[in-house]
Nanobody, 118 residues
């Protein structure tokens, strides 16, 4: 069992920045691919960014060039640096940990609210 806890959300003006953190515990962090997803009101949850156990990252087209995902295996933590934020980035952001071999072992955090508004 893996516990995943997000932090760092809040209210920011358009054009501003936030950094989200996701701390994982309960298993070997390096065996998990990590991802950030978001869900806006009335919309489906979508993948924002993901990073493999080896550090390779991929991004949704809507955030490329603005968001950066990174992981620190020594701290069992994954980050999402969000720059040039737009109102349409407003959503609850969820962290996900998925085992690289046993992919049904997938764990979610409780989410953190990000609101981009003037």
């Amino acid at each position: 069992q893996v516990q995943v806890v997000e932090s760092g959300g809040g209210l920011v003006q358009p054009g501003g920045s936030l950094r989200l953190s996701c701390a994982a515990s309960g298993s070997i962090f390096s065996l998990y691919a990590m991802g950030w997803h978001r869900q806006a009101p009335g919309k489906q949850r979508e993948l924002v960014a993901a990073v493999t156990s080896g550090g390779s990252a991929n991004y949704a087209d809507s955030v490329k060039g603005r968001f950066t995902i990174s992981r620190d295996n020594a701290k069992n933590t994954v980050y999402l640096q969000m720059n040039s934020l737009k109102p349409e980035d407003t959503a609850v952001y969820y962290c996900n940990a998925r085992h690289v071999v046993h992919t049904t072992r997938s764990y979610w955090g409780q989410g953190t609210q990000v609101t981009v508004s003037s």
